[in-house]
């Protein structure tokens, strides 16, 4: 073994066996393209050459990005193992150490600028893109999801493995920042070079999404799905397929699609499935579809996380299994939990907390209590902030959505009738989008109005 080696992008790496540095490699393309185990696949690595500083790194790094208690501890003592061999670390290595130990000290802002530092330095850095990515794309940083990648995506070309995951970032960066032609554009060549690509296809996913195309969407994602795998990931593109379903008032079909693909009594407990699964059933309930005994067994899911205070995102998701599931100890638990940390702990998700979680879990209650119109002064206020809750536009459209439910059952129609018609002017090809302009209209007595809006609806039903 040498003292040091390169990895297939001629990125520096300490620990010069080609094995080890194959290994990883491996492990990070499994953390790509969401197949197989990537923590499996670098603990087989680490088992043979436990020296090896940036298989702990990436150990601990990836696992930044589950945002769950449970792998913490794992997470940690990934990073110690890490810190024994840092005195024969490089620069890069270095620098992903001081980026995860901020990011286990809390400071997650703190962590981005530390792996940005290090991609700066290597832009071909492939790890520490898609750390930087994933990570912008938890904490809502819109535009840096765009723009880590914009930094060096002239210097990647088609040649350099990984470019096509490359590709897949800078597509979902450009969409979330409504640049859409151009996301289509990027996410499509992703797919040409690797059609089992999901993060590519989820890019183009949000293209359709976003611009309303609904029926496109519906037959992109049947014709990519041998291409899906079968992660959690394979869960979430199943949830984007919903959306498309229920946008055309197909709320059938996304109901099937969540009992046969989002069910919590089909998943083994990882809260990105749990996510989506809670996202699809509230948004059903909002339409009025009932959801028989579905939420106990996703608030059973959710319930032993209920003081986590780890991340807020979660949080809002599991009061929404909550107060559906009646559970009010869990929902006194959740929130006590939350209020004693904003006032005691400084870490990045305080703010997120603060100014987003609660005022939105407080208002899933007040919605589910019937008290529409304290909800709706809950969401009023923050509805232009919703991007510090993390995750995309697609996400965060259920507070919005949320809102305008509340709006209408409080019988502030003319509220209601504003906030229609900003949804239906940002996507006219929706039908539950005139239905509420109709709904809206029709409680200001208006009534030719509200049989016009529904005759769009209609229209545009298949």
């Not at 819109?142 to 897949?168: H, I, K, T």
Request: proline letters at 2%.
């Amino acid at each position: 073994m040498t003292n040091s080696g390169f990895d297939t992008r001629g990125v520096p790496v300490s620990y010069g066996n080609q094995d080890a540095i194959d290994g990883l490699e491996l492990a990070i393309e499994t953390s790509l393209s969401f197949r197989g185990d990537a923590i499996a696949v670098i603990d087989a690595i680490l088992e043979e050459h436990p020296d090896f500083i940036m298989g702990w790194l990436f150990k601990a790094g990836w696992m930044t990005q589950a945002m769950e208690t449970r792998i913490y501890s794992e997470m940690v003592g990934a990073l110690k193992e890490a810190e024994k061999r840092l005195s024969k670390a490089n620069d890069r290595e270095k620098g992903h150490y001081e980026a995860t130990h901020a990011w286990v000290n809390g400071d997650f802002y703190g962590a981005v600028q530390k792996w940005e530092a290090v991609l700066t330095q290597y832009p071909l850095d492939l790890f520490a893109l898609e750390l930087v990515h994933y990570t912008d794309v938890l904490l809502g940083d819109v535009v840096g999801q765009r723009d880590c990648v914009a930094r060096v995506f002239n210097l990647w070309d088609e040649s350099m493995p990984g470019y096509e995951f490359v590709l897949g970032f800078y597509s979902f960066g450009l969409e979330e920042n409504n640049d859409y032609l151009k996301a289509e554009e990027f996410g499509r060549q992703a797919l040409a070079i690797r059609p089992d690509n999901p993060y590519a296809v989820h890019a183009v996913s949000h293209v359709m999404e976003m611009t309303g195309r609904q029926s496109g969407g519906i037959r992109f994602m049947q014709d990519q799905r041998k291409h899906w795998g079968d992660s959690n990931f394979a869960n979430h593109l199943w949830w984007h397929t919903s959306l498309y379903h229920l946008d055309l008032e197909q709320n059938a079909k996304s109901m099937e699609i969540f009992d046969k693909h989002l069910d919590s009594r089909q998943n083994d407990g990882n809260k990105y499935e749990e996510l989506d699964a809670a996202a699809l059933l509230w948004r059903l309930n909002l339409v009025g579809e009932e959801s028989g005994d579905r939420w106990a067994h996703l608030a059973d899911k959710w319930e032993p996380a209920a003081q986590d205070t780890l991340y807020a995102f979660n949080d809002v998701h599991a009061m929404m299994c909550y107060v559906s599931d009646d559970r009010k100890d869990a929902q006194e638990k959740l929130l006590s939990a939350n209020e004693r940390y904003v006032e005691n702990a400084s870490d990045a998700n305080v703010a997120m907390s603060r100014e987003i979680g609660i005022p939105f879990c407080l208002a899933i209650q007040d919605f589910k209590n019937e008290r529409y119109g304290d909800c709706v002064d809950r969401l009023l206020p923050i509805r232009y902030m919703t991007h510090r809750l993390g995750g995309s536009f697609a996400q965060r459209d259920i507070i919005g959505w949320t809102l305008l439910e509340a709006a209408l059952r409080s019988k502030r129609y003319d509220l209601a009738l504003g906030l229609a018609n900003e949804r239906a002017s940002l996507k006219p090809t929706s039908v539950q989008n005139w239905r509420a302009v109709s709904r809206a209209f029709k409680g200001l007595g208006d009534h030719t109005k509200a049989d016009r809006a529904n005759a769009r609806a209609d229209s545009m039903m298949v």
